[in-house]
């Protein structure tokens, strides 16, 4: 006598178990990372970022984060390879399709061609535009002056910025 024994088994995929909202999920991540930029072999910028985040949807953007008091930090070199100014943030956002980036929570702009060091709370880089600003009050000090005003602009190079509406620039001593 010979028995036949079949089992039959299934695999059901519960779609309900899946997160419906994904959007705070990042497409990818990188830790420490350094990223530049180059052109005809001569170094734009570099910038370095304790965290990156890469998230497809619901828009496209990249979240740059400072982690460990170490903050996000963009240089940008001049034509002999030297570093012209340097841009660094709490944190920074990249909205990939419309070519702008944020910068965020206690913003710094050091410029070593002018010796400026200029304070803002956030800084907006429009690269369509050729544009670099924030409307939000500026602080700027240059030796032993400090200045204040209601807003910032440049062109992205950083070679035209200005300091809008300036008021009260204070003299003091070191």
Not at 12 to 29: I, T, V
Not at 95 to 104: G, L, Q
Not at 115 to 123: E, M, S, V
Request: charged share 30%; aromatic share 6%; glycine share 4%.
């Amino acid at each position: 006598m010979v028995c036949l024994s079949v089992a039959l088994t299934a695999c059901h995929n519960d779609k309900s178990m899946l997160p419906q909202d994904r959007s705070d999920s990042a497409a990818q991540e990188v830790y420490n990372a350094q990223v530049r930029r180059s052109e005809h072999g001569k170094l734009q910028l570099e910038m370095d970022a304790p965290i990156i985040k890469k998230f497809d949807r619901p828009k496209p953007r990249t979240l740059y984060h400072s982690a460990q008091g170490r903050r996000v930090q963009l240089r940008l070199y001049d034509e002999e390879h030297k570093v012209k100014t340097i841009i660094e943030a709490g944190n920074a956002v990249s909205f990939d399709d419309r070519d702008i980036m944020e910068a965020h929570d206690s913003v710094v702009v050091i410029d070593f061609s002018n010796n400026d060091t200029i304070y803002l709370k956030d800084l907006i880089w429009n690269s369509a535009e050729d544009r670099i600003y924030s409307d939000n009050p500026v602080r700027a000090k240059n030796g032993s002056r400090i200045t204040e005003g209601d807003g910032f602009t440049s062109d992205q190079r950083m070679e035209n910025m200005q300091i809008l509406h300036q008021r009260g620039v204070i003299e003091f001593k070191d």
